[in-house]
């Protein structure tokens, strides 16, 4: 008995020789060879996909500064895989099948492992495995399916790449990734329908560089416009969110304490500097900004401070939701800057989450104001302080510590500083901003919230009068708290000044009295600590906050890209059983900070808009924005209107039904003319006999007998015969031979002659 290779099987393996494994070597033997995939160029490309895929992932991952470095040896050892698959596909490889098959195994239990230890942010353990799973596959690509797998997984790369790129660097990956896509998909079609491996000619005529960048133009075009028209929704359907590895603490958590390195810390020297990176702010009297850290994120500011910031990355937000990244809060006023009052250990909340979750519940505030949620994903990209930014107020926060802090003030503390790399999530439940509800808060106070309205007794009388002689200039008597609030704000936005020269204060003199009285102005977080003192002087709650505004919103990557320039005091004022609502007084800043009212499903296409606007001179910008205005309007009054008539009975849903009915007839009359149009206008751009041979074309279509695309002019003329009366038949025969001897035997035809034939076609007879 012989093997089925035809050698005697005492040639074969020992271990073959056992009967049930020779009965299965037998039958793999016998099974026919897959049929491999002849095209060289179809390989290539495909392997330029995968190695494109796995580059974006690094490439991704670098951008949220976790970079994994995947492609180093994934890239060279699948494009060594594919050379050998190449080599062998003609042969069964069953040692290596076996191989491969444990080894996505080994893949497959390591991925599982590395969920457990991310379970909050999964993505780069999945691209892992795919990129592992894809490795061992392309020792083994011997048939066109094989390389559609291939071609899959760095189609799914390149997805979740998309997810994990913050910035613009992801997009040139991308493009290329399109431009080896679209002749892959060519060369693919060609395998399909059974055409043989193209020479390389053919290559060249099929994939022309002209040809591939409009299809790569088009494919681009409506890819953008669909990302900026496609609407986002509020409403997030799951509860998993980015989250960095966990952090073990080192030490104690002591939540009353808070590290800013741009301030004097204890043990530490000032340094002298003329605003270095090095250089570190006193907590108390004059002295110079440091460059880097913004000096208002403290227990202490000190607003007596002079210099300028080096701007600088520090985050990138991913947000439903534009609105001011809160930080820290401040009730007790210096006369040179604030500080909180309530920082002891037992006043701070100490906060600790199970340790098979990410998630802290934290408490917030009960009010009779609507809210939205809105979901915010952070990642830090250089280093600051342990306060966490969030939009107020906030009621859950996916944090990698087991422990977080809380204050009084509603700001939140990490135990460790907010490091490069870091990510984290939260869910605010931001308030609506409704005017009348505001205006309707009573005014009379609970005892708590005495710290916010309590002032040096000698500043608070010189500053009321100064504030109540301001309230009085408005044209009609103000008696709400909101709309004093907003009057303050305003005046001091329109008059008073940016003083970026301003002089130290003297020892004892109070910033409020030398902003209103003596300068006129000053630096701008001076203008919120004025309106706030204003504010408490007449008796409205008020306190001074430090974060960050949203930033630069990039349309392309969704995401807010936030500098250390961003970093700024706003003015929150309370309102009895509604809650804090923040008011920026800066000059140059919005008088209401953006919140959830400018948020919409659409509201990607305004970004986008109002980016292309700050690249446009202001009175075009200015011209365009009348445009979209007023267009926006007549086109809410139409859609008001005509849902105006539905609402009105009987006759005016017949009325509506009609009318609708009529503007549809117009509509398809207006089409179809414009379809005419068209098919007259690239007529005439024809040579006289294609534009003849065209037109008979289409008149056999609309009778229902099609040209297919497989028959030449003349297999087409000979089949009109067995459906047409003789004259036809003859017409068609005529135009069409004229046709053929023109465009491939450059003889000139006759035109009247045929454009009677055209005619004879066309004339009405029975089929």
């Not at 490889?93 to 076996?98: E, L, T």
């Not at 392309?138 to 048939?143: G, H, K, N, Y």
């Not at 669909?226 to 104690?252: D, M």
């Not at 609502?581 to 140059?588: Q, R, T």
């Amino acid at each position: 008995m012989s093997s089925p290779a035809g050698k005697p099987q005492a040639s074969l393996n020992p271990v073959l020789q056992l009967p049930l494994l020779r009965q299965i070597w037998q039958r793999i033997q016998s099974q026919p060879l897959p049929e491999p995939e002849d095209s060289i160029p179809l390989r290539v490309l495909v392997q330029g996909l995968v190695t494109v895929g796995i580059v974006a992932i690094d490439v991704a991952a670098a951008d949220s500064t976790d970079t994994i470095g995947l492609s180093l040896w994934a890239v060279p050892v699948s494009t060594v895989g594919a050379v050998w698959s190449t080599y062998r596909r003609r042969k069964r490889n069953i040692p290596v099948k076996f191989c491969i098959a444990i080894g996505m195994l080994l893949a497959l239990a390591l991925f599982f492992m590395r969920i457990w230890v991310e379970r909050n942010d999964t993505r780069i353990a999945l691209a892992t495995l795919l990129i592992h799973l894809q490795v061992f596959h392309s020792f083994d690509t011997p048939r066109r399916k094989d390389l559609g797998y291939s071609a899959v997984i760095g189609l799914i790369l390149i997805g979740v790449a998309a997810t994990l790129s913050q910035t613009l660097a992801f997009a040139p990956v991308l493009l290329l990734f399109l431009g080896l896509a679209i002749p892959v998909l060519i060369l693919n079609y060609r395998s399909q329908i059974g055409l043989a491996s193209p020479t390389l000619k053919q290559v060249r005529a099929d994939l022309a560089p002209k040809r591939i960048g409009w299809v790569l133009l088009v494919v681009m075009s409506l890819g953008l416009g669909i990302f900026l028209l496609l609407p986002r929704f509020p409403g997030y359907q799951i509860r998993t969110f980015p989250v960095s590895a966990e952090i073990p603490l080192q030490q104690e958590f002591n939540q009353s304490q808070i590290v800013n390195s741009g301030y004097v810390q204890p043990g530490r020297s000032t340094g002298v500097g003329n605003g270095a990176a090095g250089d570190l702010a006193p907590t108390k009297g004059a002295g110079t900004l440091n460059s880097q850290f913004y000096y208002g994120f403290n227990t202490k500011i000190n607003q007596n401070l002079r210099g300028v910031m080096q701007p600088q990355v520090v985050m990138r937000i991913r947000s439903q939701a534009p609105g001011f990244w809160r930080m820290l809060a401040f009730d007790r006023y210096t006369g040179q800057g604030w500080e909180i009052s309530r920082n002891q250990e037992a006043e701070v909340q100490k906060l600790e989450r199970p340790s098979w979750t990410f998630r802290f519940s934290l408490p917030w505030s009960i009010t009779l104001n609507r809210t939205r949620e809105v979901v915010q994903s952070y990642t830090v990209v250089a280093d600051l302080p342990n306060l966490i930014p969030a939009l107020y107020e906030v009621k859950e926060l996916y944090f990698p510590t087991n422990q977080i802090a809380i204050d009084p003030e509603s700001g939140l503390r990490s135990p460790v500083p907010l490091s490069e790399g870091l990510t984290y999530t939260v869910i605010s439940a931001v308030p609506y901003r409704d005017r009348t509800q505001l205006r309707s808060a009573p005014q009379n106070y609970p005892n708590e919230l005495k710290p916010y309205v309590q002032l040096p007794a000698d500043v608070a009388a010189r500053v009321r009068q100064k504030t109540e002689a301001i309230l009085a200039r408005s044209p009609k008597p103000l008696n709400e708290h909101y709309e004093k609030a907003l009057f303050l704000a305003q005046y001091l936005k329109q008059n008073y000044k940016i003083q970026p020269n301003l002089p130290f204060l003297e020892d004892g003199e109070d910033l409020a009295e030398a902003f209103l009285f003596k300068y006129e102005g000053g630096y701008p977080d001076h203008f919120a600590t004025t309106l706030t003192v204003m504010l408490r002087s007449i008796g409205i709650p008020a306190r001074l906050v430090v974060g960050f505004s949203p930033g630069e919103f990039n349309p392309f990557t969704g995401y807010y890209v936030v500098r250390n320039t961003d970093a700024h005091a706003i003015t929150e004022v309370y309102f009895h059983k509604f809650g804090w609502f923040s008011f920026d007084p800066i000059p140059g800043h919005p008088l209401i900070p953006p919140s959830i009212e400018e948020s919409s499903a659409f509201g990607v296409l305004q970004q986008f808009w109002n980016w292309i606007a700050g690249w446009l001179p202001s009175p075009l910008t200015g011209w365009l924005n009348g445009i979209f205005e007023r267009l926006g309007s007549v086109t809410g009054w139409a859609i008001g209107w005509l849902l105006g008539l539905f609402t009105r009975g009987w006759v005016g849903l017949f009325l509506g039904v009609g009318l609708l009915t009529g503007l549809g007839f117009l509509g398809w009359l207006f089409w179809q003319g414009w379809q005419q149009w068209r098919y007259q206008h690239w007529l005439r751009r024809l040579p006289p006999m294609e534009a003849i041979y065209q037109q008979m074309l289409r008149w056999l279509d609309h009778q229902g007998f099609r040209k297919p695309i497989a028959q030449t002019p003349l297999e087409y003329a000979h089949a009109c015969q067995n459906y047409y009366p003789l004259h036809q038949a003859k017409a068609i025969e005529e135009i069409t031979e004229a046709y053929v001897r023109w465009r491939y035997g450059r003889e000139t035809p006759n035109l009247p002659y045929l454009k009677q034939c055209l005619r004879q076609v066309r004339r009405k007879s029975s089929i």
